[in-house]
């Protein structure tokens, strides 16, 4: 009998450290992906500058060829 309780302890114990680890884990790779998202979200900012910088050069030179 008093084995039984004392495995029955032991399980409750490991199912809860497993659950623990497991929100631990889910926590940190929802970091990660956050973290990943606001990267990308940094680098298609700056091309969409780059592109935009890019655009008014082009039509600052189209203007300079109408007024020619």
Same mark, same amino acid.
């Given at each position: 009998?008093?084995?039984?309780?004392? +495995?029955? %302890?032991? #399980?409750?114990?490991?199912?809860?450290?497993?659950?623990?680890? +497991?929100? %631990?884990? #889910?926590?940190?790779?929802?970091?990660?992906?956050?973290?990943?998202?606001?990267?990308?979200?940094?680098?298609?900012?700056?091309?969409?500058?780059?592109?935009?910088?890019?655009?008014?050069?082009?039509?600052?030179?189209?203007?300079?060829?109408?007024?020619?």
């Amino acid at each position: 009998m008093e084995m039984i309780i004392i +495995v029955t %302890i032991v #399980a409750a114990m490991l199912s809860i450290w497993g659950l623990g680890y +497991v929100f %631990i884990s #889910a926590r940190n790779n929802i970091g990660r992906h956050q973290a990943w998202h606001i990267k990308k979200k940094q680098e298609m900012d700056r091309k969409l500058q780059k592109l935009k910088d890019m655009q008014n050069l082009y039509e600052t030179e189209i203007r300079k060829f109408d007024h020619s």
